[in-house]
């Protein structure tokens, strides 16, 4: 079945450093990829998807490229702020039908002004 | 349009007890995923379902854990005779019939259970 492997943390940055998250993936075919963010106390929520290979999503400053060559799906933030301290979460749906999503063990990310 | 409303938000229990924990999916949305989080650790699946039926389990526990989706009324997890070890986050999410491997899911903020 589908699964990820995502960098382990916790990462630790000062403002306005560049940020890299790696996660790489083991899939059937070519699913969508995620990544969801989770703030202190709530729930996750998703940051930005690509929908198949090649593709870039980008939301707040956040990029990640799917490329399939190298089964990546790496977050890039060229700036950090301290509103970005936060986990995050590398995602794929299962092969089976319906959304079931498998996540990554979670990134945890301070951001220091 | 409410999103995804989970309840209770802190729920402790001692030893034994049952823990219910609720869960109203966002309007229009008729699957329903559990997730569990433990301190520390990352979000793992239980049970995924969708009105009146579960369409997959794989991530429970054999013992003490239940969940349903009935026709009216929220989505509930069940845990009876709680134990230390069900200390955890317990997040739902929903999503849309026919969104497929290319939609996403939406959380709600969590139910935090503490078992003294």
């Known amino acids: 079945g589908n699964s990820v492997t995502q960098m382990e943390g916790p990462v630790t940055l000062s403002e306005e450093a560049f940020l890299t998250i790696n996660c790489t993936y083991t899939?059937?075919?070519?699913?969508?990829l995620f990544w969801y963010v989770q703030y202190p106390g709530e729930g996750l929520q998703l940051l930005l998807k690509?929908?198949?290979?090649?593709d870039k999503g980008s939301n707040k400053g956040f990029e990640a490229t799917y490329r399939k060559e190298t089964t990546s799906f790496h977050l890039e933030k060229g700036s950090v702020q301290v509103s970005d301290s936060a986990v995050y979460f590398c995602?794929?749906?299962?092969?089976?039908?319906?959304?079931?999503?498998?996540f990554g063990t979670g990134t945890s990310l301070t951001v220091i002004p | 349009n409410a999103g995804v409303m989970q309840n209770p938000r802190h729920l402790v229990r001692r030893r034994g007890q049952e823990a219910r924990l609720r869960c109203s999916p966002m309007?229009?949305?008729?699957?329903v995923y559990w997730y569990r989080q433990l301190p520390e650790e990352g979000l793992k699946f239980m049970v995924y379902?969708?009105?009146?039926?579960?369409?997959?389990e794989s991530g429970m526990p054999k013992e003490r854990f239940s969940a349903e989706f009935p026709k009216e009324g929220p989505s509930i997890l069940r845990i009876q005779q709680v134990v230390r070890g069900d200390s955890a986050a317990y997040f739902c999410?929903?999503?849309?019939?026919?969104?497929?491997?290319?939609?996403?899911?939406?959380f709600g903020e969590g139910s935090r259970l503490t078992v003294l």
């Open positions: 999410a929903s999503s849309p019939p026919n969104s497929g491997s290319t939609g996403e899911l939406f």
């Open positions: 899939a059937t075919g070519y699913p969508s």
């Open positions: 690509a929908t198949k290979a090649d």
């Open positions: 995602a794929l749906p299962s092969t089976n039908t319906g959304n079931q999503f498998y």
């Open positions: 309007k229009g949305h008729s699957h």
């Open positions: 379902l969708q009105k009146e039926n579960i369409i997959d």
